[in-house]
């Protein structure tokens, strides 16, 4: 049976649901910061942000899904490119189209807003996560290099 689900903006009421997925993905958010009115505030104002679009998928008024995204400007293109910060489904709900759609409408917003290309960033051991994005059309162009500036954070950055 198909688990029915609606993709929309993202709202600032959505942070705490958002916080725990981010979790989920292995960022270096704590899980009391869903709670935090100062990570709730920041939240918001990326939300207010006309560089960026953030994206939730919902199901029965739960927020299972979500996509950030943020449009950056190139001095050697003419066109801005589209970059893709995070997309996490939570575990008990992949398989279901859900990463799909988050990623379809992304890609409508960047063809709206004349984007030439789309790009993300994973870590080398997602690779589940890397055949999720080849059997959605993307591929592997390259490498991503990370020079950490704060040690504290770990090898890459993130809790990894």
């Known amino acids: 049976m198909e688990t029915p689900f609606h993709i929309r903006p993202a709202r600032i009421s ?3 649901q958002v916080a ?4 989920e993905l292995g960022r270096d958010v704590s899980p009391s910061a869903a709670h935090n009115p100062s990570y709730e505030i920041r939240f918001g104002g990326h939300l207010a942000l006309r560089e960026t679009r953030t994206l939730v998928a919902e199901v ?3 927020v299972v899904g979500f996509l950030d995204m943020e449009f950056r400007q190139r001095l050697g293109h003419p066109r801005p490119q589209a970059w893709i910060n995070d997309l996490v489904v939570t575990a008990s709900m992949r398989g279901r189209g859900i990463g799909s759609a988050l990623l ?3 890609e409508t917003l960047a063809r ?3 984007c030439f290309r789309m790009s993300l960033e994973t870590a080398n051991w997602r690779t589940d996560t890397h055949r999720f ?3 959605q059309g993307w591929t592997d162009n390259g490498k991503w290099f990370v020079k950490l500036l704060d040690p504290s954070w770990g090898k890459t950055g993130y809790n990894e």
Do not use: M, S
């Open 133 to 135: 994005y080849e059997r």
């Open 14 to 16: 959505d942070w705490p």
């Open 112 to 114: 709206k807003r004349g």
């Open 104 to 106: 379809a409408e992304a």
């Open 20 to 23: 725990a997925l981010l979790v």
């Open 60 to 62: 029965e008024g739960r």
